[in-house]
């Protein structure tokens, strides 16, 4: 399992997007959910029982209309809260047009004040599902205290018309169902409930929670009100023998939109670094190379960021290596760790939360069992991971994120991409993602992201590929395929 047991209004959202973008749509979703409904309303219902379909205008609502043709024996009435014209989804109007075209009755009512029920003896709740958002509104609450004053059967569709999913809490006025039939998995809130919760299996893809997919991008917000400093302010750490690899790590935080990026590295290579973009704020530290001096002004620097990216060219003196070791031991914030940092990572207790980006070669060095085939790697990445008590990116043709619970694999990214310095982009894009998200979605994406724009480069250029050209279609790839 990767997703947890129960998922949320946004963990929903993905999970839909990731399985329209294995070719699973969401109308053929809502036809399984019909379907499924249906079987449990006839599991309520008497051959000649009357079934009233409460819908709302959403795909809730859109699940009934599926239902309601699904049970052309019964004597069944559709009522749509709210004008035809105002249906919030195509597949739901699709499924509406359908039945107005078909012998089914239906009716519609928007004023609160009109709504009433003939005394039916199963009143299907399909009002509202996770899509609701605060206090009930009319003509939703009126309807919910007629069907929670009718004397009949109330099956509810996924959620009663009341819960909010995201925070597993019963609106005032909610409906107070007898049963319950919820898609795909369990929602926050739907245990707390007296009435019987079956959950039916809608035919979501297998992988559709495990593959980093486009649905993930919806962990992405950009507020309209947002401000300067809600995106974080990320630290990268880096240079020395190498230049390059602490701006390119720099650049890539803030094309995926990082507020702030700063880039410690050694006084000697200051003005090297700088000179790579006008955008990069640097803040040397002294000497050639990271040594243990340094390792106190940098933890008081690091304090003050998001997150930090701790690796990119740094090399492997024996100095450097004993100063990152200080360095993690005693910071507690987020880290992505990348190239010759990996290499104390086992040998270190921090209370910081890393995230390590190894290819395989650095995996299996830091005591990662290696596998022929992608599924056993998973497994084991999610073993040392969870030794470790880290999240490991594991790169590779499939980029394996786990953090000892879950595991996703990302399948982004192309051959092109093997040539040096795409691994800082990642470091810098993951970076930036840790500096908002939780290390695990934030590692997930940052593999989609890296991967994503690495294959929209190829798909103008062709090979030859060079880490710079993935700078600016990073935002390409976080925003403009966003679902
Ligand atoms: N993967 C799945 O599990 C699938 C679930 N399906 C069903 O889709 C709904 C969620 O649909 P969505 O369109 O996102 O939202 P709703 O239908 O729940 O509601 C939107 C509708 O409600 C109005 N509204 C919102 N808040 C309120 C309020 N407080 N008072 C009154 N009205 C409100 C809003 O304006 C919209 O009109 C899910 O539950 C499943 O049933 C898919 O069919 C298949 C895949
Ligand atoms: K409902």
Same mark, same amino acid.
């Given at each position: 399992?990767?997703?947890?047991?129960?998922?949320?209004?946004?963990?929903?959202?993905?999970? &839909?997007?990731?399985? %329209? #973008?294995?070719?699973?749509?969401?109308?053929?979703?809502?036809? /399984?959910?019909?379907? @499924? $409904? =249906? !079987?449990?309303?006839?599991?309520?219902?008497?051959?000649?029982?009357?079934?009233?379909?409460?819908?709302?205008?959403?795909?809730?609502?859109?699940?009934?209309?599926?239902?309601?043709?699904?049970?052309?024996?019964?004597?069944?009435?559709?009522?749509?809260?709210?004008?035809?014209?105002?249906?919030?989804?195509?597949?739901?109007?699709?499924?509406?047009?359908?039945?107005?075209?078909?012998?089914?009755?239906?009716?519609?009512?928007?004023?609160?004040?009109?709504?009433?029920?003939?005394?039916?003896?199963?009143?299907?709740?399909?009002?509202?599902?996770?899509?609701?958002?605060?206090?009930?509104?009319?003509?939703?609450?009126?309807?919910? &205290?007629?069907?929670? %004053? #009718?004397?009949?059967?109330?099956?509810?569709?996924?959620?009663? /018309?009341?819960?909010? @999913? $995201? =925070? !597993?809490?019963?609106?005032?006025?909610?409906?107070?169902?007898?049963?319950?039939?919820?898609?795909?998995?369990?929602?926050?809130?739907?245990?707390?409930?007296?009435?019987?919760?079956?959950?039916?299996?809608?035919?979501?893809?297998?992988?559709?929670?495990?593959?980093?997919?486009?649905?993930?991008?919806?962990?992405?917000?950009?507020?309209?009100?947002?401000?300067?400093?809600?995106?974080?302010?990320?630290?990268?750490?880096?240079?020395?023998?190498?230049?390059?690899?602490?701006?390119?790590?720099?650049?890539?935080?803030?094309?995926?939109?990082?507020?702030?990026?700063?880039?410690?590295?050694?006084?000697?290579?200051?003005?090297?670094?700088?000179?790579?973009?006008?955008?990069?704020?640097?803040?040397?530290?002294?000497?050639?190379?990271?040594?243990?001096? @340094?390792?106190?002004?940098?933890?008081?620097?690091?304090?003050?960021?998001?997150?930090?990216?701790?690796?990119?060219?740094?090399?492997?003196?024996?100095?450097?290596?004993?100063?990152?070791?200080?360095?993690?031991?005693?910071?507690?914030?987020?880290?992505?760790?990348?190239?010759?940092?990996?290499?104390?990572?086992?040998?270190?207790?921090?209370?910081?939360?890393?995230?390590?980006?190894?290819?395989?070669?650095?995996?299996?060095?830091?005591?990662?069992?290696?596998?022929?085939?992608?599924?056993?790697?998973?497994?084991?990445?999610?073993?040392?991971?969870?030794?470790?008590?880290?999240?490991?990116?594991?790169?590779?043709?499939?980029?394996?994120?786990?953090?000892?619970?879950?595991?996703?694999?990302?399948?982004?990214?192309?051959?092109?991409?093997?040539?040096?310095?795409?691994?800082?982009?990642?470091?810098?894009?993951?970076?930036?993602?840790?500096?908002?998200?939780?290390?695990?979605?934030?590692?997930?994406?940052?593999?989609?992201?890296?991967?994503?724009?690495?294959?929209?480069?190829?798909?103008?250029?062709?090979?030859?590929?060079?880490?710079?050209?993935?700078?600016?279609?990073?935002?390409?790839?976080?925003?403009?395929?966003?679902?």
């Amino acid at each position: 399992m990767t997703f947890g047991s129960e998922l949320t209004g946004r963990e929903i959202a993905i999970v &839909d997007a990731n399985a %329209a #973008a294995l070719g699973v749509t969401r109308k053929q979703l809502m036809e /399984s959910a019909g379907n @499924a $409904a =249906a !079987g449990v309303i006839r599991d309520v219902a008497d051959a000649d029982d009357r079934i009233e379909i409460v819908a709302g205008r959403g795909n809730n609502g859109g699940d009934a209309l599926v239902a309601a043709r699904f049970l052309g024996a019964y004597d069944c009435r559709i009522t749509l809260l709210g004008d035809p014209d105002d249906i919030g989804t195509d597949i739901a109007r699709e499924n509406w047009d359908a039945l107005e075209r078909s012998t089914v009755e239906t009716r519609t009512i928007g004023d609160s004040t009109a709504f009433d029920l003939s005394d039916p003896d199963v009143v299907v709740d399909a009002m509202l599902g996770t899509g609701i958002s605060g206090a009930l509104r009319e003509p939703v609450a009126t309807a919910a &205290d007629t069907i929670n %004053a #009718a004397d009949a059967t109330v099956v509810s569709l996924d959620v009663p /018309s009341g819960l909010d @999913a $995201a =925070a !597993g809490t019963l609106a005032e006025g909610a409906v107070r169902p007898d049963r319950v039939v919820t898609f795909h998995k369990p929602k926050p809130g739907l245990s707390d409930l007296d009435a019987p919760i079956e959950v039916a299996d809608i035919g979501v893809p297998p992988g559709a929670e495990y593959f980093v997919e486009r649905g993930d991008l919806l962990r992405l917000d950009r507020p309209a009100d947002s401000h300067k400093g809600d995106f974080g302010e990320v630290l990268v750490i880096g240079g020395g023998p190498y230049t390059g690899a602490p701006a390119l790590a720099a650049q890539s935080a803030l094309r995926a939109g990082a507020d702030l990026v700063r880039v410690a590295v050694p006084a000697a290579i200051a003005d090297e670094v700088q000179g790579f973009s006008e955008n990069l704020i640097v803040r040397p530290f002294d000497g050639t190379q990271l040594t243990a001096p @340094a390792v106190d002004p940098l933890l008081d620097l690091a304090a003050d960021h998001d997150s930090v990216v701790l690796g990119p060219g740094l090399g492997d003196a024996e100095a450097t290596r004993s100063a990152v070791e200080d360095l993690l031991a005693d910071f507690e914030g987020t880290a992505v760790v990348d190239a010759d940092a990996l290499r104390v990572v086992p040998d270190v207790e921090t209370d910081a939360s890393l995230i390590c980006t190894p290819h395989r070669g650095e995996f299996e060095r830091m005591g990662g069992r290696d596998a022929t085939d992608w599924e056993t790697r998973a497994e084991h990445v999610a073993d040392l991971a969870a030794e470790l008590g880290a999240t490991l990116l594991v790169k590779g043709p499939a980029d394996i994120i786990s953090d000892g619970e879950s595991t996703r694999v990302s399948r982004t990214g192309n051959p092109g991409m093997t040539v040096g310095g795409t691994g800082d982009v990642l470091a810098g894009v993951t970076g930036a993602l840790a500096a908002t998200l939780d290390p695990l979605p934030a590692a997930s994406l940052g593999a989609y992201v890296t991967g994503r724009a690495g294959d929209l480069v190829v798909e103008e250029n062709g090979y030859g590929l060079v880490a710079t050209d993935l700078l600016d279609r990073v935002p390409t790839a976080m925003w403009s395929e966003r679902p």
